[in-house]
């Protein structure tokens, strides 16, 4: 592996539309985040969850070998630029790689084929399927924190402006199951019991 990439699974959602947490809904037996963590876990030296305050002990039950964060005073309730923003602030490294916890489809091979496509000069390495990018699931450069905490200080919370900033590399991605998020109990239902 190239240069070491720390982990950043985003477990801060609210899963208001989903009517229940759903990190901790279920896929083959197995918690969504779960799903998340062991497709990331193979190109990490160390793996963050970066979740709400009233769920860390919960997490903390569960998890082990994963280090539970909430975002930084500065920055809390943020959304998802924030949690990353709070790990690149708690562990200095070169690469980021970031994963929600609601794609429960997601794998290994898809995050390979992101993984290794880090090369110097690109700050940030995203996946495209079907012509949309997937801001959330893709590796981030160090530089990057900078921009992240001006943008949070200027009340933009969103991913895609970040990108615009960025020298991005674009990894074109066949199969769009991986990346299938699931926000609503409808689509629990008809993705995961059908």
């Excluded at 208001?16 to 918690?31: D, I, V």
């Excluded at 969850?49 to 769920?55: A, S």
């Excluded at 990353?84 to 084929?113: C, G, K």
């Excluded at 993984?115 to 990018?133: D, F, H, M, N, T």
Aim: charged share 20%; aromatic share 10%.
């Amino acid at each position: 592996m190239q240069q070491p990439i720390v982990g950043i699974l985003l477990a801060g959602g609210k899963s208001s539309r989903f009517g229940s947490l759903k990190m901790f809904a279920e896929h083959n037996g197995k918690a969504f985040y779960h799903h998340s963590l062991d497709a990331i876990t193979p190109f990490v030296k160390h793996v963050y969850m970066v979740t709400q305050p009233h769920y860390v002990d919960q997490i903390k039950s569960a998890e082990a070998d994963v280090s539970i964060m909430i975002d930084l005073p500065s920055v809390k309730e943020k959304g998802p630029l924030a949690g990353m923003y709070s790990v690149m602030q708690e562990n200095r490294s070169t690469w980021y790689l970031v994963i929600p916890t609601d794609v429960p489809f997601m794998t290994e091979a898809t995050i390979h084929l992101i993984v290794k496509e880090i090369q110097p000069g690109y700050q940030a390495i995203i996946p495209s399927c079907k012509g949309r990018l997937q801001p959330l699931i893709g590796v981030y450069h160090a530089t990057v924190a900078p921009l992240i905490e001006e943008m949070l200080q200027a009340g933009d919370y969103a991913v895609y402006q970040l990108l615009q900033k960025l020298k991005v590399k674009t990894v074109e991605v066949e199969d769009e199951e991986p990346f299938y998020n699931l926000n609503y109990q409808g689509d629990y239902d008809y993705l995961i019991k059908k």
